[in-house]
């Protein structure tokens, strides 16, 4: 039981009653900010709102433009990332 618990701290990062204190304090600090700039909960998932909207009018053509993009960028990416961490591997192993 000991070691679920440690678990769910190491998960967590710290005891449950910190954390919620830490959230707390956090939320409170962010949510005057918020506030003090006039930024509304509600503003902003309008606008995210909003931004899934123009991007649906757009249209599925501007979407598999930008996939096509991806995946051409990827061909390069992808493989160059997988030498470095097996070289990272092989370094780390000496």
Do not use: T
């Not at 618990?5 to 954390?19: C, K, R």
């Not at 509600?42 to 649906?56: C, E, M, P, S, W």
């Not at 061909?75 to 370094?91: E, I, K, Q, T, Y």
């Amino acid at each position: 039981m000991a070691s679920r618990n440690n678990a769910f701290e190491n998960f967590l990062g710290g005891a449950p009653i910190n954390v919620i204190a830490r959230l707390f304090f956090i939320s409170l600090v962010v949510g005057a900010l918020l506030m003090w700039l006039e930024l509304r909960p509600i503003d902003i998932l309008r606008g995210v709102q909003a931004f899934f909207d123009r991007i649906y009018q757009l249209g599925f053509g501007a979407i598999q433009e930008l996939a096509s993009y991806v995946v051409a960028g990827a061909v390069f990416v992808v493989p160059s990332w997988f030498v470095l961490r097996l070289a990272n591997l092989r370094s780390a192993k000496r």
